[in-house]
């Protein structure tokens, strides 16, 4: 006979299916923010826009903060189990993270708008940055939606850095074809720090949360 929790739940009430959901979301978020990041990077040094090499420093955050679940669902595939003290450790280096992004975009956008610094990006950042919002917009929502069935805190916080990094790939595009168009150099570094500082304010909102229940 079947046991009552069902083929799909393992003894501990832990659920294969979503755990393996969660993983393989996980995964593709670490390879995915590792190239991108590393593309981001070469293109914004190449063409001297720190709005891109901003984002590459994003993408990187985002790539430990997905190595750091993959690690942690995997572990707990193998050991029938997720950890409590894994979980938490991911959603601190993941809040973290948030944290450490929000403010390098409030610092790097106050400096660019007050030296009036701001510049779009190459035809080739753009094209990147098009691709990265989609793909980190997509990548988001999955996280949220898997961190809702295991109830995995980490992950959340996760699905928002992505979402933070799909805002930056939004606030890159804007930002270029506002100048282009339009000639207003200081939107983009206006709209970083706004990012920035929402990035803040949700990291430290949900550090609080956490610690509150």
């Given at each position: 006979m079947r046991n009552k929790t069902g083929p799909r739940d393992m003894g501990d009430g832990m659920n294969r299916p979503h755990v393996h959901a969660a993983l393989r979301v996980s995964m593709l978020s670490l390879v995915w923010t590792l190239v991108s990041s590393v593309f981001a990077i070469i293109i914004g040094i190449r063409s001297r826009t720190s709005v891109l090499v901003a984002f590459g420093a994003v993408g990187v955050v985002d790539a430990?903060?997905?190595?750091?679940?993959?690690?942690?669902?995997?572990?707990?595939?193998?050991?029938?189990?997720?950890s409590e003290r894994l979980e938490g450790l991911s959603?601190?280096?993941?809040l973290i993270g948030l944290l450490v992004v929000g403010s390098a975009a409030v610092l790097g956008g106050v400096i660019r708008l007050v030296?009036?610094?701001s510049r779009g990006s190459s035809d080739a950042g753009v094209v990147?940055?098009?691709?990265?919002?989609?793909?980190?917009?997509?990548?988001?929502?999955?996280?949220?939606?898997?961190?809702?069935?295991?109830?995995?805190e980490a992950l959340r916080s996760d699905g928002h850095l992505s979402a933070v990094g799909a805002m930056l790939a939004a606030v890159t595009l804007v930002g270029t074809i506002v100048e282009r168009w339009l000639g207003w150099n200081w939107a983009d570094a206006a709209a970083t720090?706004?990012?920035?500082?929402?990035?803040v304010w949700l990291s430290i909102s949900t550090w609080r949360?956490?610690?509150s229940t």
């Open positions: 430990i903060g997905s190595a750091t679940l993959t690690y942690h669902f995997l572990r707990g595939l193998q050991h029938g189990r997720l959603h601190r280096i993941v030296l009036n610094s990147l940055a098009g691709v990265s919002f989609v793909v980190l917009l997509v990548l988001s929502g999955k996280k949220l939606q898997v961190a809702r069935r295991i109830s995995s720090i706004v990012l920035g500082t929402i990035a949360d956490g610690h």
